[in-house]
T-cell receptor, first 110, second 116 residues
Framework: GENVEQHPSTLSVQEGDSAVIKCTYSDSASNYFPWYKQELGKRPQLIID?????GEKKDQRIAVTLNKTAKHFSLHITETQPEDSAVYFC?????????FGDGTTLTVKP | GAVVSQHPSWVICKSGTSVKIECRSL??????MFWYRQFPKQSLMLMATSNEGSKATYEQGVEKDKFLINHASLTLSTLTVTSAHPEDSSFYIC????????????FGDGTRLSIL
């Protein structure tokens, strides 16, 4: 089955700096890569996603890049704000079935 | 937008009790729903794929007789934790999308299960 590795497990940045979270996947059949933000005790919220036929996607301060050959994808958050502090999960999906990374706890210090 | 409703949001019960959790798609039909379990400070682990009108597909290591899944209609899937024990205490969360394809998953609010 699919295996998704996510790094780093914790990330602390100063407000205004950029944050980068990286994931690798093992199954070349995976073709959809969403990123979720989860606050304590709440449901994961989709923040951005990318499909396998696209190399990069941007939405305001958030961007995702995908390297299908190397089987890795990354989340980039620019101009971080304290409210960006949360746990972020990457996932790799095929036919609707998602495998999640272990998560990254992002702390943005004011 | 699409909404997935999960109920109950919080359950505390005694060891040996069976607990049923419902997952409903409110404004779309979901042929496939997914059930996840999340322990504190850990990732979401897929337990099973719930298929409308047929048997659920369980992930390796998940006991079928322990976690009963029923997907009797296109808008409702239920997960029953049978004879729950303290080690079953966790955050259970369902998700669905319209046709099981790689559209964004819509998650329920989750159910926090605490077994005493």
């Amino acid at each position: 089955g699919e295996n998704v590795e996510q790094h780093p497990s914790t990330l602390s940045v100063q407000e205004g700096d950029s944050a980068v979270i990286k994931c690798t996947y093992s199954d070349s059949a995976s073709n959809y890569f969403p990123w979720y933000k989860q606050e304590l005790g709440k449901r994961p919220q989709l923040i951005i996603d990318i499909r396998s036929n696209v190399g990069e996607k941007k939405d305001q301060r958030i961007a995702v890049t995908l390297n299908k050959t190397a089987k890795h994808f990354s989340l980039h958050i620019t101009e971080t704000q304290p409210e960006d502090s949360a746990v972020y999960f990457c996932a790799a999906a095929n036919a609707g079935k998602s495998t999640f990374g272990d998560g990254t706890t992002l702390t943005v210090k004011p | 937008g699409a909404v997935v409703s999960q109920h109950p949001s919080w359950v505390i019960c005694k060891s040996g009790t069976s607990v049923k959790i419902e997952c409903r798609s409110l404004d779309f039909q979901a042929t496939t729903m997914f059930w996840y379990r999340q322990f504190p400070k850990q990732s979401l682990m897929l337990m099973a794929t719930s298929n409308e009108g047929s048997k659920a597909t369980y992930e390796q290591g998940v006991e079928k007789d322990k976690f009963l899944i029923n997907h009797a209609s296109l808008t409702l899937s239920t997960l029953t934790v049978t004879s729950a024990h303290p080690e079953d205490s966790s955050f259970y969360i369902c998700s669905a999308n319209r046709d099981g394809s790689n559209q964004p998953q819509h998650f329920g609010d989750g159910t926090r299960l605490s077994i005493l």
